[in-house]
């Protein structure tokens, strides 16, 4: 049977069936004011929500299962579960991508990001403020926002001293603790935060010729230990062979050569080019002689350590072994930078060559090491290098798995302080300050404002109360057990009630010890105000004037929070000013 088949015409195959099908392609559906309807509004409601809950450390962890059987992920953390989120909304796509695209870049305050965008969407719907007034105001309210965190009077900014390790710790610590599914006691996330700042530290260059090139971080996850065994060395640890568990160690210096080539002596294994075979010859010997040639000068060299990324044939392995050597193969791709990084070898890629002089490198000395039922080699580092290793100990795979990926945000949000020397008060003191000073700044700022943005003042207020109501939701998202969020009406920050304190707690001062940073402690003289309730503007004093005062014990990273503060706002934006939305439905 003969069809003619029209342009505009799909073909469904349906492979049970012997007929094919012909359908008619639906015309794309165009949506006028996707923020009108009422299922948009719920989604974004919905998403949230979801992501509300699990901000902070006393987060509701969320597991993410797949409808084919995959492994089941429990994580708190918002690359995971943004990657996790499909809907068939495109402004959902929108923000999803947007975050991800941001902590790609800065490895922390993703959520904070969603919420906040999410928020800022709600609430301009809410007080009514037409959305280009909104759009308008959010931009100018958000230029207000990073002016002031640029200021050296800004209040919610802590310069980092780099030679004390305290804030740091304090930096690494509050991204350590964030994460709930990492399930660390007090004493344990203290331990992990100094790790994070150690490995930091020992990957830096001290007198490095320019430009300065920072070293690499190996993680050694070891499941079943208790966390406190977890600890950092320079240098590099590598799975130790069987046979090499009972060594004592070689006391160096140790000569080190790297193969990136294969030695399994596989045909398949030479590379591109043609080879040509005599008859009556046998290929295998000849590659094996080959490979042993190799080893015979490796260890004419004084060669120690014989590494290769892939494997090395069992008679070659055999040959090195019987020489002395400690052979190490299968280090794996990712392994080899670290490696050349530490040895200062450069990795050989060829078997058919002698292997040159420059190619060697070398190490200090070579140890073992046992973690639990692991034995590792440890490789010392000869000079100065910025390799080294964290062993993570954790008593189950999930947890250990959240704490390595915890760890990594930790030595990105550190490594960010190295261009911006600066923190900013965690625990939602930095968007309740910010929150006091945008209310505080925008009723001066009207007449201004609303004759640069050509919208009415009223409509200009709005959305700067939209905008305010949204920082300080984000505080309050903090926190999950029914307490409640205040703030304090002198130094504007955020404070957490559990839900037995009443209000007569609160003003005797009994309550609340310390607020959300930990840099202000609770006294009688204070007025309070719970978060997105009626309170007048006022202006947050400098936390100098503030008695006792007191090292701020949660620091935010001050990179990843103001681009996390500019990308909210922006997609925020966005998802406001989109007017139509032309899906293909086929
Ligand atoms: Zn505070």
């Not at 392609?25 to 309807?37: A, E, I, M, N, R």
């Not at 190295?418 to 009723?443: D, F, I, M, N, Q």
Request: aromatic residues 4%.
């Amino acid at each position: 049977m003969q069809a003619s088949v029209p342009t505009a015409t799909r073909i469904k195959m349906n492979s049970s069936q012997t007929t094919s099908r012909l359908v008619k392609k639906s015309p794309s559906v165009c949506t006028d004011l996707p923020l009108s309807s009422s299922d948009v509004r719920d989604k974004l409601r919905l998403m949230k929500e979801l992501l509300g809950s699990c901000y902070g450390p006393t987060a509701r962890l969320k597991q993410v299962h797949n409808n084919i059987g995959g492994s089941v992920v429990t994580t708190s953390t918002s690359s995971v579960l943004l990657q996790a989120i499909t809907s068939s909304r495109p402004v959902i796509g929108l923000i999803k991508s947007s975050v991800l695209n941001h902590v790609s870049r800065f490895g922390d305050c993703g959520l904070f990001a969603a919420v906040l965008c999410l928020s800022l969407v709600e609430e301009a719907a809410r007080r009514g403020v037409g959305n280009s007034a909104a759009i308008r105001a959010y931009d100018r309210l958000l230029a207000l926002c990073t002016g002031y965190l640029q200021r050296e009077d800004c209040g919610c900014r802590v310069e980092l001293d780099f030679c004390s390790s305290r804030s740091l710790i304090a930096l690494a610590r509050t991204v350590v603790s964030s994460k709930p599914t990492c399930v660390l006691a007090e004493p344990e996330s203290a331990h992990i935060g100094r790790l994070a700042v150690r490995a930091f530290l020992l990957t830096v260059p001290c007198d490095a010729p320019d430009p300065v090139r920072l070293g690499r971080t190996v993680t050694v996850p070891v499941e079943g230990r208790p966390v406190l065994e977890s600890a950092v060395f320079p240098g590099l640890l590598l799975d130790a062979p069987e046979h090499l568990c009972g060594l004592a160690g070689v006391r160096g210096p140790v000569r080190a050569v790297l193969f990136s080539a294969s030695l399994a002596g596989d045909l398949g294994e030479l590379g591109d080019g043609r080879i040509e075979v005599h008859a009556g010859v046998d290929t295998d010997a000849q590659i094996l002689d080959r490979l042993l040639e190799l080893g015979r000068q490796a260890l004419e060299d004084g060669v120690k350590l014989f590494v290769c990324q892939k494997v090395i044939h069992p008679v070659l392995q055999h040959y090195l072994r019987c020489g002395g050597l400690i052979v190490i193969e299968r280090v794996g791709v990712s392994l080899m930078e670290p490696l050349i990084q530490l040895t200062g070898a450069q990795p050989v890629a060829t078997l058919h060559a002698a292997i040159p002089s420059a190619a060697y490198g070398e190490v200090h000395d070579v140890s073992i090491r046992h973690f639990g039922s692991k034995t590792m080699l440890h490789l010392h580092p000869a000079g100065e290098t910025a390799v080294c290793s964290m062993v993570l100990c954790h008593r189950n795979e999930t947890m250990l798995n959240e704490l390595k990926l915890v760890c990594q945000k930790a030595e990105h949000v550190l490594r960010l302080t190295l261009r911006e020397p600066w923190a900013l008060l965690g625990g939602g003191c930095t968007e309740t300050l910010l929150a006091a000073y945008v209310r505080h700044k925008s009723k001066n700022d009207a007449p201004e404002a609303t004759s640069a943005l050509g919208c009415s003042q009223t409509e200009y207020l709005l959305a700067a109360e939209a905008f305010c109501r949204s920082l300080e939701s984000v505080a309050a998202c903090l926190e999950h057990d029914g307490g409640a969020s205040v703030i304090d009406l002198t130094h504007a920050h955020h404070w957490t009630l559990p839900s037995d304190v009443t209000e007569q707690h609160l003003e005797g001062g009994t309550a609340a010890a310390l607020c959300g940073c930990g840099a202000l402690e609770s006294c009688q003289k204070k007025k309070w105000s719970y978060l997105n309730s009626e309170c007048a503007e006022f202006s947050p004093a400098p936390l100098s004037t503030a008695s006792p005062l007191r090292q701020p014990a949660v620091l935010d990273s001050f990179s990843a929070k103001v681009n996390a503060l500019r990308v909210a706002v922006e997609t925020a934006n966005l998802v406001l000013d989109v007017r139509y939305v032309i899906q293909d439905v086929n």
